[in-house]
């Protein structure tokens, strides 16, 4: 991405929509990638004006957005930002629509929000050959503190979605976000009072759908697990944890006292899940026998989940690896 704020030819832009937002006067259109490249320069941090604040580019993340685009019609992307300097003049088509005309770029505009966007799309451009429009926000006049305050906010205030809600938008394409998602969603599950989809934890919601996520993959680390249909697996699931839920009905769901359902807890009851659960599906049916399955569980009914117990220090995958040896010991005694 150039440096050099000047251009050797004006760019027009046709159909082009003027607004106000703020109180500041802003363009909004699309241009072809070609255009769009051409059209903007960036302030770096180190620029000796001391007015720079882009960090160099991540060629990873450039080549992610590459990766994305090659996914077909439906990589959508978000318009870059642009603050044209005062160096951009807009022209009404005509009276009747004041808001709607042609834009002539004298000079290149700053770009505040998009530079690994336009740096993965200049690459998809040169391995493809391909036509991609880019759509654009561009600001007619921001001064130089305004600019990065604005960009400091995009980059610093904005937050993610969080990876539990990106786990249940992924549910109709992802078996395992979807299997997370019912055992949340369902009245039947036994996480249903435990879970929250957005991953805000709650005082009575400390498990995310992040969390049953991690633990389904515990869970499904066999090949006959792994092999099911999500609806098989939600079944299997559903089964196992509650049975577990009805073997010690004192400790599911009471945070405070005891680590059960702390993420240890059902992490390593998933680690074990994993290695007897395929021993009580029925290889025909591939239903759960509940006879085999709770002739396993039974013998874990003497363990004590306290949380100021053996458990207490107990804490992340670790502990859980932990927690999953001792309670496969226990599975192994006649």
């Known amino acids: 991405m150039t440096t050099k704020k000047e251009l050797s030819n004006s760019i027009v832009i046709e159909n082009v929509i003027q607004a106000k937002l703020r109180g500041k006067v802003v363009y909004q259109s699309s241009v072809s990638a070609t ?120 980059n610093t205030k904005a937050k993610g979605i969080g990876s539990s809600l990106s786990r249940y938008l992924k549910r109709d394409s992802e078996d395992l976000s979807w299997v997370a998602a019912q055992l949340i969603i369902q009245p039947d599950s036994p996480f249903h009072e435990l879970g929250t989809i957005v991953g805000l934890r709650t005082t009575s919601k400390r498990v995310t759908l992040q969390n049953i996520y991690n633990t389904l993959v515990y869970l499904t680390k066999q090949n006959k697990l792994s092999e099911l249909s999500k609806e098989k697996l939600l079944r299997v699931s559903l089964i196992y944890f509650d049975a577990i839920k009805k073997l010690f009905p004192d400790d599911w769901g009471n945070y405070k006292e005891s680590k059960l359902t702390h993420i240890v807890g059902i992490n390593a009851l998933s680690i074990i899940g994993s290695e007897i659960l395929p021993k009580s599906l029925n290889n025909e049916s591939m239903q759960i026998d509940l006879k085999i399955l709770n002739s396993f569980l039974y013998k874990l009914e003497k363990i004590d989940w306290s949380i100021q117990g053996e458990m207490k220090y107990l804490k992340g995958i670790s502990g859980s690896k932990t927690l999953a040896k001792e309670l496969l010991s226990l599975l192994d005694e006649k």
């Open 35 to 154: 255009e769009a490249l051409k059209m903007v320069f960036v302030k770096p941090f180190n620029d000796p004006s001391g007015k720079g604040y882009q960090r160099p580019v991540s060629s990873k993340r450039c080549k992610d957005f590459v990766d994305y685009l090659s996914t077909g019609e439906n990589a959508l992307f978000t318009p870059i930002l642009i603050n044209a300097g005062g160096n951009w003049q807009f022209t009404a088509y005509d009276s009747l629509r004041p808001s709607f005309g042609r834009l002539i770029c004298k000079k290149r505009g700053s770009l505040m929000d998009g530079q690994h966007r336009l740096g993965g799309i200049k690459l998809y451009l040169e391995e493809t050959n391909a036509f991609i429009n880019v759509p654009f926000l561009a600001f007619h006049y921001l001064e130089d503190e305004e600019e990065i305050s604005l960009f400091d906010t995009i």
